[in-house]
T-cell receptor, first 110, second 112 residues
């Protein structure tokens, strides 16, 4: 079952703008990961943040984690049309399996 | 190694038929996972293996579903007596530690 919820469900922005997606989860975690999925394709790992980290950067991506609120956010800066995809957060708890959120569909208009 | 391979990419089957999917993980990865994803939803965990041992199965995995990973290399997922509700994308992933999984492109199953 999915334990994460993402907000918003869909987001439409113009190229060059920033996109922020939020993820909430229910149980304690070891780490939280963000993935991108282009339509009909597999998932691509973007970034991982451990439970003892609060913020992490990778290129145009910035991830924050608030374990007290059981929430995370993904910021994509200076978005491009190629960033159009679905974005999922996934949590790893005590076992090795990932539990995914419901996803945010991002559309970047050129 | 070019990544996780899944075969076939697409499968259309009649209700009641059996289907089998194959996943070839990255060779250095000892863990292998199966997920199912329906349209507009996130992937749902089905089962995972560490080497050849099946360590966890989801309640979603009914007795019509069986997965194997002989010799700890490739894995197969079989669905017996398929139902229309089984129509989904079946994703395989592998990992060697707790950092970041590598997903295959998936097998899209359509039950008609």
């Amino acid at each position: 079952s999915q334990q994460g919820e993402e907000d918003p469900q869909a987001l439409s922005i113009q190229e060059g703008e920033n996109a922020t997606m939020n993820c909430s989860y229910k149980t304690s975690i070891n780490n939280l990961q963000w993935y991108r999925q282009n339509s009909g394709r597999g998932l691509v790992h973007l970034i991982l943040i451990r439970s003892n980290e609060r913020e992490k950067h990778s290129g145009r991506l910035r991830v924050t984690l608030d374990t007290s609120k059981k929430s995370s956010s993904l910021l994509i800066t200076a978005s491009r049309a190629a960033d159009t995809a679905s974005y999922f957060c996934a949590t790893r708890g005590a076992t090795n399996k990932l539990i995914f959120g419901t996803g945010t569909l991002l559309a970047v208009q050129p | 190694d070019t990544g996780v391979s899944q075969d076939p990419r697409h499968k259309i089957t009649k209700r009641g038929q059996n289907v089998t999917f194959r996943c070839d993980p990255i060779s250095e990865h000892n863990r292998l996972y199966w997920y199912r994803q329906t349209l507009g939803q996130g992937p749902e965990f089905l089962t995972y293996f560490q080497n050849e041992a099946q360590l966890e199965k989801s309640r979603l995995l009914s007795d019509r579903f069986s997965a194997e990973r002989p010799k700890g290399s490739f894995s197969t997922l079989e669905i017996q007596r398929t139902e229309q509700g089984d129509s989904a994308m079946y994703l395989c992933a592998s990992s060697s530690d707790s950092y970041g999984y590598t997903f295959g492109s998936g097998t899209r199953l359509t039950v008609v």
